[in-house]
Antibody
C-alpha cells in the first residue's frame, strides 16, 4: 500500500522558519518525482515545487511566490522528502501536502501568525 | 499554463454530473482529477486522462477532447458531494491546477 506521511507543521511567527518532512512507503521512492502542494484556508490547490529523481539529477523547481524562501530536498536512503521554509509570511498559512502522481499524503498545517 | 473549471455544478441523486476543465496544456499532457471532501486531503479519482485508481467506483470516468477534459459521474450519489480539481503537468513536471468545481448533490 502506498503511503505518504507529512510532518513538521505548526505555528510560526512571521519571518520564522520551518522544515516539513514527507516520508513514503509502498513504492520506489528513489525513482519518483515528488511534489509539494499547498492549500490556503478556503482556497484551491497551489503547486509549491518538485524534486526530480536521483537519475534525473534530483533537480528542483519552485513556484514563483516562494522562490528564494523555500528549498526542497530528498534523502533517498530514508524515503523522505523535505521542504525547508524560511522568511515565512502570513500568506504562507496553508495545509501542505506531498504528492506523486495519483498519491497524496494527508497534509500538515502551517500557520504563520504573530 | 492555466486550467479553467466552472465554479459549481448541481445535480440530483441518480443523475449524471459532468465537470469540465479547459486548457491548452491538455492537448498534449494527461489530466488528473482529484476529489476533495470537506476537511480531507485530495483523492485521485481519475489519472492519465481516463484511468480509474483502485477502489474508485465505476461511476467515475474521464475523457478528453482537444483542450477539454471531462469528469463524468454517472448515477451521482450523496457521498459524491465534494470539490473536484483537474490537474496537469508540463514537460518539466510542473503541476498546474484548475480552480476547482464544487459539486452539490441536491
Amino acid at each position: 500500500e502506498v503511503q505518504l506521511v507529512e510532518s513538521g507543521g505548526g505555528l510560526v511567527k512571521p519571518g520564522g522558519s520551518l522544515r516539513l518532512s514527507c516520508t513514503v512507503s509502498g513504492f520506489s521512492f528513489p525513482n519518483a518525482w515528488m511534489t509539494w502542494v499547498r492549500q490556503a484556508p478556503g482556497k484551491g490547490l497551489e503547486w509549491v515545487g518538485l524534486i526530480k529523481s536521483r537519475t534525473d539529477g534530483k533537480t528542483t523547481d519552485i513556484a514563483t511566490p516562494v522562490k528564494g524562501r523555500f528549498i526542497i530536498s530528498r534523502d533517498d536512503s530514508n524515503n523522505t522528502m523535505y521542504l525547508d521554509m524560511e522568511s515565512l509570511r502570513t500568506e504562507d498559512t496553508a495545509v501542505y501536502y506531498c504528492a506523486t502522481g495519483q498519491h497524496w499524503g494527508q497534509g500538515t498545517l502551517v500557520t504563520v501568525s504573530s | 499554463y492555466e486550467l479553467t473549471q466552472s465554479p459549481s455544478v448541481a445535480v440530483s441523486p441518480g443523475q449524471t454530473a459532468r465537470i469540465t476543465c479547459t486548457g491548452d496544456i491538455l492537448s498534449n499532457q494527461y489530466a488528473f482529477w482529484y476529489q476533495q471532501k470537506s476537511g480531507q486531503a485530495p483523492v485521485a479519482v481519475i489519472y492519465k486522462g481516463s484511468e480509474r485508481p483502485s477502489g474508485i467506483p465505476e461511476r467515475f470516468s474521464g475523457s478528453t477532447s482537444g483542450t477539454t477534459v471531462t469528469l463524468t459521474i454517472t448515477g451521482v450519489q450523496a457521498e459524491d458531494e465534494a470539490d473536484y480539481y483537474c490537474r496537469s503537468a508540463d514537460h518539466s513536471g510542473i503541476w498546474v491546477f484548475g480552480g476547482g468545481t464544487k459539486l452539490t448533490v441536491l
